[in-house]
């Protein structure tokens, strides 16, 4: 168990100075990637599980602009009963935004903004 906490720091500390420069999805995925990867392989699987999440992260992560369009634009809250969360598919009913010169759209649910692929999934929350 030691060796896993060990393994463990060691993994978030090797992406500390990632987090100066990279985008939030590389930090948030190495972070998950090293502890899923602790849990199901040790010392190795944090290792291993932090370099995959860092790279899936940073795959999915939209760009700053992105981020900062869906801020400054404004558009109305809409209700919805449901969970919406990242990786869920909105349903058709939801509207979504499209960001200019973007993949990405956006929309505003029970007054939280979402950015959302061209598949209508939920790839991050703007807070």
Request: without cysteine; proline residues 6%.
């Amino acid at each position: 168990m030691r060796i896993s906490a060990i393994a463990l720091a060691v993994a978030l500390g090797a992406a500390a100075p990632v987090a100066a420069v990279a985008q939030e999805g590389t930090v948030s995925g190495a972070a998950g990637g090293a502890v899923t990867g602790a849990v199901v392989g040790g010392p190795v699987g944090a290792v291993v599980g932090g370099v995959a999440g860092a790279a899936i992260g940073t795959a999915v992560a939209p760009p700053r602009e992105v981020r900062e369009y869906v801020v400054r634009d404004t558009r109305p809250s809409v209700r919805y009963r449901g969970e919406v969360e990242v990786g869920s598919t909105l349903p058709a009913d939801v509207e979504v935004y499209q960001v200019p010169d973007s993949d990405y759209s956006y929309t505003v649910v029970n007054d939280r903004r979402y950015i959302v692929s061209s598949k209508r999934k939920v790839v991050e929350v703007v807070e």
